[in-house]
C-alpha cells in the first residue's frame, strides 16, 4: 500500500517536471505588456462597480425618501 503511494507520486511528480519543461514563458516586454492590461482592466472594473453602487444606493435614498424613510 505505501509503496504503491510512493510510486504513485513519484510517477506525477516526474510528471509535472515533463509538462512544465513544455510550457512556453512569456519574455519580458510580453509579462509586462499583459501585467500593465491586467491593472487597467482591474481599474475600470473598479470604477464600473463603484460606478453602479452609487446610482443604486442614490436610487434607494430616492425610494426610501418617497415613503418617508
Do not use: C, H, Y
Amino acid at each position: 500500500m505505501a509503496d504503491n503511494a510512493i510510486r504513485s507520486s513519484r510517477e506525477f511528480l516526474t510528471d509535472v517536471q515533463d509538462e512544465m519543461r513544455k510550457v512556453t514563458w512569456p519574455d519580458w516586454p510580453q509579462l509586462k505588456n499583459s501585467t500593465f492590461i491586467i491593472i487597467v482592466f482591474v481599474f475600470v472594473l473598479a470604477l464600473v462597480i463603484f460606478g453602479m453602487d452609487t446610482v443604486l444606493r442614490m436610487s434607494l435614498n430616492v425610494v426610501r425618501s418617497l415613503f418617508g424613510g
